[in-house]
C-alpha cells in the first residue's frame, strides 16, 4: 500500500479516494471561542464504572461508531481509566475517549473510540478531549498515537488530521483491518493513522 505522507501533502490511499490535505502548520483555531460552553464549565475526567452506562448510550448515540456491550464500557472504566476520559457538562457524559499503550510499546497510544454528543460537536471538543489524554501522567513517554478510521468517517479523518497539524507531527496512513477480516460484509476498511512524534509542549 501506498501512503507514507508528509503532513502537508494529499493522501492517496490506493484502495480508495481519501482526500486530506493539511492546512498550513501554525493554522490554530482558537478553542475557547468556538464552544457554546466555556471551557471551564466543562469536566474532564478519569471514567469509571458508573459511567459504564452513560457510556455506552453516547456511543449508541453516534450512530457510526461499532457499538460494545456495556460491558466493554464497564470495564474500560475499571481497568483503563488512565487513558480513557470523559469530558462532561452539567452532570450528563458528552464527550469519551478510550485508548490504551501498546503493551509491545508504550510510546504509542492506540486511540479506539472517540465520541461526542451531536449537540456538541464541531466545537473542538474533540481536539480538547485527545489533547487531555496526551497531557496524562499515563502518557508522558507516549510520542506517538495510532488510530483507525474509515474512508466514509470524514469527521473522524478530521479530527486526527487536525490533531497531526497542532502537533506539527508527521501522519502516516496503511491499511490496518481490511474489510474482509470482519464477519460482516459490510464493514468497511480500517485504515491505521500513524501519528508523531510530536514534542511535547505542543500538546496545550
Ligand atoms: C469525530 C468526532 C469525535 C469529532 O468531534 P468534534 O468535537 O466535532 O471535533 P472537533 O470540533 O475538535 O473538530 C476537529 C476537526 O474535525 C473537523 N470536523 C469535525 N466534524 C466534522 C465533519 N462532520 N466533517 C468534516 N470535518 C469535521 C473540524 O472542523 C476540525 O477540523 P478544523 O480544525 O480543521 O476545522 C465527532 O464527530 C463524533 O463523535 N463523531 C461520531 C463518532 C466518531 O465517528 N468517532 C470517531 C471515530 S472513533
Redesign the pocket.
Known amino acids: 500500500m501506498p501512503v507514507v505522507k508528509s503532513r502537508e501533502e494529499k493522501i492517496n490511499l490506493r484502495t480508495g479516494n481519501l482526500s486530506l490535505i493539511h492546512?498550513p502548520v501554525g493554522y490554530r483555531?482558537n478553542l475557547s471561542g468556538r464552544m457554546d460552553v466555556s471551557p471551564s464549565e466543562l469536566k474532564f475526567r478519569k471514567p469509571c464504572t458508573q459511567d459504564g452506562a452513560g457510556i455506552w448510550d453516547l456511543v449508541r448515540e453516534?450512530d457510526?461508531?461499532d457499538l460494545n456491550s456495556a460491558y466493554c464500557y464497564l470495564m474500560l472504566g475499571k481497568y483503563f481509566p488512565d487513558t480513557c476520559l470523559v469530558a462532561e457538562y452539567e452532570q450528563k457524559i458528552i464527550g469519551f475517549v478510550s485508548a490504551f499503550l501498546l503493551p509491545q510499546n508504550p510510546e504509542i497510544v492506540f486511540v479506539w473510540?472517540?465520541?461526542?454528543a451531536g449537540s456538541?460537536?464541531?466545537?473542538?471538543?474533540?481536539?480538547m478531549l485527545l489533547k487531555e489524554l496526551l497531557k496524562r501522567k499515563a502518557c508522558e513517554k507516549v510520542r506517538f498515537l495510532e488510530t483507525t478510521?474509515t474512508l466514509s468517517?470524514?469527521?473522524?479523518q478530521?479530527?486526527f488530521c487536525?490533531l497531526a497539524r497542532d502537533t506539527r507531527s508527521r501522519l502516516e496512513v496503511t491499511v490496518c483491518f481490511p474489510a474482509n477480516l470482519f464477519p460482516k460484509s459490510n464493514h468497511e476498511t480500517e485504515f491505521l493513522f500513524h501519528i508523531g512524534p510530536w514534542q511535547r509542549e505542543l500538546i496545550k
Open positions: 492546512e483555531k453516534t457510526v461508531l473510540q472517540v465520541a461526542v456538541m460537536r464541531k466545537k473542538g471538543l474533540g481536539t478510521v468517517n470524514v469527521a473522524s478530521s479530527l487536525r
